[in-house]
């Protein structure tokens, strides 16, 4: 009798669960971030968006001709997709041109392996963007710095920037405190800056120290577009070369807080090798200006932490030879210029803090950059000719 019970039990339990599997799933297929836009060069532009349902993405490109294409990436001949989280690479642009993208993602309801269920698809009203190029004579950026999560405080400086002005926005280092959740980067920053931009101009990322913290940190590259999948890199937009370095964390690597997971000092050496090449390249010799954008301070410090103490006595001498024009740095949480030379080496240093925000415009005239606060007053104003 009790073998028969809980056989009717087991029973009971298939049945449920098939009409369960059954029940209609009511919420919208609906895009929930995005999209925000990534440059890794002036012929190609990734664009990156989220959806509430696992879908197949796409990217519908319109030229200045009128042309348009239809775009789905590849890998190892399989269409990428069937996820929530979408990029798109589109590549053949050409520089200084603008385009006009819109979304196309198609719901996956069931993938199974000889037939695939599509629902409902989504497409996006269209959106422009401009490719960089080395030919203009002027280029104008913002950079954002040490929010640490506090988006309201980066939105009401947006309310006041000139942002069709802006050709780029740079993120340089700790958006957020750590990340156990890849969620917590669109409530960060992400949100915020596709509400005021990301969606038309791009972003560069600077990974700080902080953006090496928590469990997710593994899956940041997932959600933006780096040259050749590194934290450190270059690109070429007006005048200028930037070249882009990765800090690391600030403390050894055997520290009790990493638990035997940091292995920041042979990640270190590797990225000077890359820089001993990139300072040597045509693209940073032929440059009119060079500018680099890294979070710690590239300074000679009385009381250096760790990752400080390796690029004082590495990275500083290496750039202070290579006719850099400005650093742009941050992780202090206060406002510090350091002149040529007083910053320990031969290029001046500007560190941002965590309540302002700089805005760059270089040109034939030189490079100006204006610290701003969130209301948008200045804070400070310096020229570089």
């Keep these: 009798m009790r073998r028969k019970l809980i056989a009717l039990e087991i029973l009971l339990l298939i049945l449920i669960a098939d009409v369960i599997s059954q029940v209609p799933d ?43 294409r239809f775009i789905r990436n590849s890998t190892d001949g399989i269409i990428d997709g069937g996820g929530t989280l979408h990029k798109v690479k589109v590549s053949g642009l050409m520089p200084g041109t603008t385009y006009k993208y819109s ?14 269920y599509y629902g409902d698809t989504l497409i996006r009203s269209a959106e422009n963007f401009v490719t960089p190029s080395k030919i203009t004579g002027k280029v104008t950026f913002t950079a954002f710095n040490d929010v640490h999560g506090l988006s309201g405080k980066m939105a009401n400086y947006l309310k006041n920037n000139k942002i069709a002005e802006q050709d780029f926005f ?11 959740e890849p969620a917590e980067l669109f409530t960060g920053f992400i949100d915020t800056a596709v509400a005021y931009f990301a969606s038309v101009k791009p972003f560069y990322y600077v990974r700080g120290n902080h953006e090496t913290r928590g469990f997710a940190a593994r899956e940041l590259k997932n959600y933006f577009s780096y040259e050749d999948d590194r934290f450190y890199y270059s690109f070429d937009w007006g005048p ?6 990765d800090c690391g964390e600030d403390k050894p690597d055997n520290n ?4 035997g997971l940091a292995d920041y000092d042979a990640y270190r050496l590797e990225e000077l090798e ?22 710690m301070p590239l300074i000679k410090d009385p009381k250096p932490n760790w990752a400080m103490k390796f690029n004082e ?42 309540n302002s925000f700089v805005e760059i415009v270089a040109d034939q005239n030189g490079i100006k950059a204006v610290v701003k606060d969130v209301t948008g007053k200045t804070l400070g104003e310096y020229n570089f000719r």
Excluded: C
Aim: charged share 15%.
């Design 26 to 68: 009511n919420d919208n297929f609906m895009i929930t971030h995005g999209p925000w836009i990534q440059y890794p060069g002036e012929s190609e532009v990734t664009i990156i968006w989220t959806t509430n349902k696992p879908a197949i993405p796409g990217i519908t490109l319109t030229g200045p001709d009128g042309k348009t």
């Design 103 to 116: 979304l196309h993602s198609v719901q996956v309801l069931k993938y199974q392996a000889y037939k695939i």
């Design 170 to 180: 740079v993120f340089n280092g700790d958006m957020y405190d750590f990340l156990q």
């Design 240 to 245: 200028v070369h930037f070249t882009v370095l």
């Design 256 to 259: 009790r807080y990493y638990y």
């Design 274 to 295: 890359w820089l001993k090449t990139e300072v040597k390249s045509d693209a940073f010799q032929n440059a009119k200006y060079r500018i680099v954008l890294i979070h």
């Design 313 to 354: 006595e590495n990275i500083g001498p290496l750039l202070g030879n290579a006719g850099v024009n400005l650093v742009l740095s941050a992780h202090f949480h206060r406002n510090v210029f350091y002149e040529k030379g007083k910053s320990g080496f031969d290029y001046p240093v500007l560190t941002n803090s965590n």
